[in-house]
């Protein structure tokens, strides 16, 4: 009976034993895959047609890249307004001061997607410097589509507003509904402390803020082109590498196979269906997927600014979690930022950030810390690069075309940030106005289309062009040839380079032998 059960089991503990063996051989293959020793890091790179490029060829992408951005800027400047206006205009006397103003908006439709009411306040004198807080008390009553039952909402929303007067006095807004679930809206307004004023009120005009239902649907257009777009780009550039093996991508290589299929979700496919569901979750899913994209761009930056200088085997610890910790925290605080204000609007149209001071301008005040910190680093990691690489061939290369492309899309990000918001792009109402300052399509296309550009030319540069793997076979990565080769090759030259491309490293190797033969 024993010896059955010993025959019995040694197969069985050698079938274990030849899995645990298959689990660790596969184990040490793909620790090998992810990083590769050091020595073999400088010549099993995957080439790059950035390698090939002339100063023609240079001259020629920026060309095309600022071509197919002009283009979208055109296309934009031709195109509908964003935001389309009604107003209503109020007259007021003595007696109607503390009435409530009954206010019925424009017939509605998804394609209108969000809402805002804003009233200005007209004195009789123009030259009055006021700052008064008035407390105004709002009803929203939503009419559906026969307009014989209206859904009221019994709970009547109490805020306070400053009232602030110069030449002209500011805008406040009422109301903002960011998704909406019916086809007109009735708001009731009532001003609890104008009769306080000492100045005589000569008009409230009252104005219904909504998208342009044409934009809408341009809007949708080109999010579906870029879409398409993205996904060829995409393709391709997975198609030209598939040759060669994931541990001998480049850092700019493995870096782009991840934020080509984020800027598919930054195009976002799943626009179209803010406008088959009434809700605030595809809103919510556009601004997770654009705040995605935004910091793995940034965190792009980082890592082959940093990971350039260090070649071989990067630590977790020592080169990601940094920068993993400073770019969430501006994830975390640019997605806490936005839920915020949308959850609490869904619950009450009237809220600002006003309701919530304090918390907001902490929230402010970190987001700008963190966002400096990321800039000093980002800074330093540049100068340190460029001062250590700027005479190695080929790298100093990869560093000039990557700055000179990326410093072109800050710029430029920076103008159309200033043209949309103005100076004040940190003002205290930036978060309640930040979606009623666009004043064309050209504001949308041109962001955009910068950085879906901006992906599409990085995937061609560090794409390896259709002869790379047979000139990887025979000859070393450009980038570090120099290195690899001995004085009496650099200054000689070898017997062996002038060799067929097609014959690869064994041929090498045989004409080498046979050469020293001779």
């Not at 809007?219 to 590498?241: D, G, Q, Y």
């Not at 800027?263 to 496919?269: F, G, I």
């Not at 020592?318 to 839920?339: D, Q, R």
């Not at 062009?465 to 076979?473: D, F, H, I, R």
Request: proline share 4%; hydrophobic share 45%; net charge neutral.
């Amino acid at each position: 009976m024993e010896a059955d059960f010993a025959a019995f089991g040694s197969p069985l503990c050698g079938e274990v034993k030849r899995f645990c063996r298959r689990v660790r051989e596969t184990y040490r293959e793909i620790k090998e895959d992810l990083t590769p020793y050091k020595d073999d890091r400088y010549y099993r790179l995957a080439p790059m047609r950035l390698y090939t490029l002339s100063k023609r060829h240079f001259v020629l992408v920026f060309v095309v890249f600022f071509l197919c951005f002009g283009l979208t800027v055109f296309i934009g400047i031709a195109g509908p307004n964003v935001i389309e206006t009604s107003v209503a205009r109020t007259d007021l006397n003595n007696s109607l001061k503390l009435k409530p103003f009954n206010l019925s908006s424009p017939p509605l439709s998804t394609y209108n997607q969000q809402l805002w009411l804003t009233c200005v306040v007209e004195l009789d004198q123009h030259d009055v410097s006021l700052k008064k807080n008035v407390t105004m008390t709002v009803k929203v009553l939503g009419v559906v589509k026969d307009g014989s039952t209206p859904y009221v909402n019994n709970q009547v929303h109490n805020r306070t507003r400053l009232l602030s007067c110069a030449q002209k006095c500011s805008e406040i807004i009422v109301a903002h509904l960011g998704y909406l679930n019916y086809t007109q809206y009735n708001i009731f307004v009532t001003f609890e402390d104008l009769h306080k004023l000492t100045y005589t009120i000569q008009n409230i005009t009252f104005t219904w803020k909504t998208y342009n239902p044409t934009f809408s649907q341009v809007e949708i257009w080109f999010r579906f082109v870029f879409v398409v777009l993205t996904f060829i780009v995409t393709c391709l550039f997975a198609h030209s590498l598939r040759k060669f093996s994931m541990r001998d991508w480049g850092i700019e290589q493995k870096w782009m196979s991840i934020l080509l299929p984020l800027l598919l979700l930054y195009n976002d496919p799943f626009f179209p269906l803010s406008f088959l569901v009434n809700s605030w979750f595809p809103g919510m899913l556009d601004d997770l997927f654009q705040s995605l994209f935004l910091c793995a761009l940034l965190l792009f930056w980082l890592c082959v600014y940093h990971g350039i200088r260090v070649q071989g085997e990067r630590k977790c610890l020592t080169f990601y979690l940094p920068k993993f910790f400073i770019v969430g925290l501006l994830w975390l605080a640019s997605v806490t930022l936005g839920i915020w204000q949308t959850v609490n609007e869904v619950h009450d149209p009237t809220y600002q950030y006003r309701v919530d001071t304090g918390n907001f301008q902490g929230m402010k005040i970190f987001f700008l810390v963190v966002a400096t910190t990321y800039i000093l680093y980002l800074l330093f990691l540049i100068v340190r690069a460029c001062s250590e690489l700027h005479n190695m061939p080929y790298v100093d290369l990869r560093l000039k075309f990557l700055t000179a492309l990326t410093f072109v899309v800050l710029v430029i990000s920076i103008v159309i940030l200033y043209l949309r918001f103005g100076a004040q792009v940190l003002q205290n109402d930036f978060v309640a106005e930040l979606s009623t300052h666009y004043q064309n399509s050209a504001e949308f296309l041109s962001f955009y289309g910068l950085l879906n550009f901006y992906l599409y030319t990085l995937a061609f540069v560090y794409s390896p062009s259709k002869n790379a793997l047979y000139e990887s076979q025979l000859k070393d990565n450009p980038a570090f040839s120099m290195l690899n080769d001995s004085d009496d090759d650099v200054i000689y030259g070898s017997d062996y380079e002038e060799m067929p491309l097609q014959n690869g490293q064994a041929i090498r190797a045989k004409y080498k032998e046979e050469s020293d033969s001779d």
